[in-house]
């Protein structure tokens, strides 16, 4: 007998069935976003406009010019960065929000934002109350 992969059950927000496998679900895809710690910094760093890679480097502060240059093709590869590059001399590379990065900076972005102000003294309590049960033999 075959035992049929994990699925998400129920319905979606929007009514839709979720019944693809939990590694394929979109969740995870929107959560991914999120595993390289630059690439929220360097979105939120672009939420006021077009910006080139030296404006980056001064908005953000402590990044690499490698990792910088990680994110951006990372964040370009996933439709949420334009790289708009001007025919001048010397060259000029400015990055933006796409609408798409727009939305997400502007929605779940702003929300985890507001969120963080709300709870965040709760949150950090309760990672200093853990640290200490675990330092004593919890």
């Not at 990044?63 to 010397?90: I, M, N």
């Amino acid at each position: 007998m075959r035992s049929e992969p994990a699925t998400m059950a129920g319905m979606s927000e929007h009514g839709h069935p979720c019944v693809e496998q939990i590694a394929d679900c979109r969740l995870r895809a929107a959560t991914d976003l999120f595993t390289h710690t630059w690439d929220p910094v360097v979105l939120a760093a672009l939420r006021p406009g077009p910006r080139r890679r030296r404006e980056l480097r001064v908005a953000i502060g402590g990044v690499s010019d490698k990792v910088l240059t990680e994110a951006l093709r990372r964040l370009c590869g996933y439709g949420l960065v334009d790289r708009h590059a001007f025919a001048q001399a010397p060259p000029r590379v400015e990055y933006t929000l796409t609408p798409l990065g727009q939305s997400l900076v502007d929605g779940p972005m702003r929300a985890l934002g507001d969120w963080t102000l709300e709870h965040g003294d709760e949150l950090l309590d309760a990672q200093e109350r853990s640290a200490a049960a675990w330092s004593h033999g919890h």
